[in-house]
């Protein structure tokens, strides 16, 4: 069991204005797998660990990054003489 040292927790919407998402699209990515699930503060509170928010915002932008390399290279069309530039 790996557990963290900074054991801050955030709250829905902490974790909403942190992501900029919705409570319902949290919840919907939380099922499909996509989000960090929240851990169990009480029996109405629920609340997720600040470096697991940090670590989804991370991927998104190292995603995002990495899409805008992908963009900046020269694309290929392809002619019957071959592929230009």
């Known amino acids: 069991m790996n557990i963290m040292r900074n054991r801050s927790i ?3 919407k902490q974790v909403e204005t942190r992501t ?6 949290i ?3 939380i099922k499909k797998g996509s989000f960090p699930k929240p851990i169990k503060l009480g029996e109405r509170a629920v609340g997720w660990l600040e470096p697991e928010i940090d670590s989804w915002l ?3 932008i190292q ?3 990495h899409d805008d390399v992908q963009k900046k290279r020269p694309f290929q069309v ?3 003489k071959g592929f230009v530039r």
Request: aromatic share 4%.
């Open 27 to 29: 919840y919907l990515r």
């Open 78 to 80: 392809r002619t019957g």
């Open 63 to 65: 995603h995002r990054d």
């Open 10 to 12: 955030l709250r829905r």
């Open 58 to 60: 991370d991927e998104k």
């Open 20 to 25: 900029g998402l919705s409570r319902s699209t």
